[in-house]
């Protein structure tokens, strides 16, 4: 007897969001390490009373355990300034990269409580005025590529291999749905084989929980060119990851507005999903300063807007509650973008879109 698998439950997030972006562009929130640098925090606050074998100074991500008042804070700053998303502070909250801390041992902890946190002020707000609050459980890329070898010698090298990424993504995933996440941002992607294993991590948890878990997908350019560090245009990445139906698809940090604006319009112009897209505060200065304010971030952003090119709008890396603010300013009145209906033909990807015409 062959057993059909249960259908998963669906998402009432996903369908509640969907309505959202109907009716307006959404506001995602802003960068969180920079605003957490504001708070000159120490060794001392960082690493709290957990006792482990390395420094935890900047290990953002620790301080949902040791400092959450810090995150709770900034999440609370971005819902004031008119964010509808926060997106947890959960970036290297997996198993590789808090290897670096010797903290590999709490990522689901970190997860668990970071999404928590967010949910919690996410529900406070909506219970203020009844407007929808989203959480976007976000997954960094680690720092360990599976398409490149970091050994310019041996070119068959990995550090990981695709199971073990999976494996990692899938606790982190897990432990993100736990503590109330209603999607997972699957976000600056600079190799596009380890998002497609995030992809994987999600649906595993998925069969496992019985339930559907919507995608946010985002990649980061690495040069004006288009590309990511694994090679793949804007377009070929769209094709590589469409099979995923995220429920939104974009690009952040990397550059500012200026920069993406050839790029967004590209991505808007092919795919049939929503389109979110977070810059950067401009570009860093000599001292890795952001210095662009946030009318000129807004009144950059608002030209995607203007020509229908956006759904979710938000900040990277120097963007701050009061960029968040400006952009929400500067958009509430436009209409959102409507989603691109391609023409049904084979669309493959290799490091360059391959397009079968009828």
């Known amino acids: 007897m062959t057993l059909i698998p249960s259908p998963l439950i669906p998402s009432g997030a996903r369908t509640a969001f969907l309505e959202q972006a109907s009716q307006r562009i959404l506001i995602t929130d802003g960068a969180f390490g920079t605003e957490i640098q504001n708070f000159k925090l120490s060794e001392e606050d960082y690493a709290g009373t957990l006792g482990l074998a390395k420094d935890q100074k900047g290990n953002n991500d620790i301080l949902a355990l040791t400092k959450p008042e810090v995150p709770e804070s900034i999440h609370r700053a971005y819902f004031e300034a008119g964010a509808d998303i926060a997106e947890t502070n959960t970036f290297s909250a997996n198993r590789i990269s808090q290897a670096d801390y010797a903290a590999e041992h709490l990522v689901r902890e970190i ?19 009844g407007k929808p609050r989203f959480v976007a459980g976000a997954i960094g890329p680690t720092n360990k590529t599976l398409s490149l070898s970091p050994d310019v010698n041996d070119p068959g090298f990995r550090e990981i291999d695709w199971d073990h990424l999976v494996d990692v993504y899938a ?5 993100l749905v736990e503590g109330g996440a209603d999607f997972i941002l699957i976000e600056t992607v600079f190799d596009t084989l380890n998002a497609k294993a995030g992809v994987m991590s999600v649906r595993q948890v998925e069969k496992q929980l019985g339930r559907e878990i919507p995608i946010m997908m985002s990649m980061t350019l690495t ?8 090679g793949h245009t804007v377009e070929a990445f769209w094709y590589a990851i469409r099979h995923a139906r995220p429920l939104t698809v974009g690009l952040n940090c990397s550059f500012g507005a200026t920069q993406l604006r050839p790029h967004v319009k590209a ?28 009318q000129t971030t807004a009144g950059l952003v608002k030209e995607w807007a203007d020509h229908g090119q956006v759904n979710v709008l938000g900040g990277c890396c120097g963007s701050t509650p009061a960029h968040i603010a400006a952009m929400a300013q500067a958009v509430k009145a436009l209409p959102p973008r409507k989603m691109a209906v391609p023409e ?15």
């Not at 606790?171 to 432990?175: I, L």
């Not at 040069?223 to 694994?230: A, I, P, T, W, Y």
């Not at 049904?344 to 009828?358: C, D, H, K, Y």
């Open 267 to 294: 991505l808007s112009e092919i795919a049939d999903t929503l389109i979110m897209v977070y810059p950067n505060a401009g570009l860093p200065n000599e001292l890795g300063e952001y210095d662009e304010m946030p």
């Open 223 to 230: 040069d004006l060119s288009g590309r990511n560090l694994s």
């Open 344 to 358: 049904t033909v084979t669309r493959l990807a290799g490091l360059e879109p391959f397009i079968m015409a009828a």
């Open 111 to 129: 997860n668990v409580e970071s999404a928590r946190l967010a949910r919690r002020v996410a529900d406070e707000f909506t219970a203020r005025d």
């Open 171 to 175: 606790e982190q995933v897990h432990a």
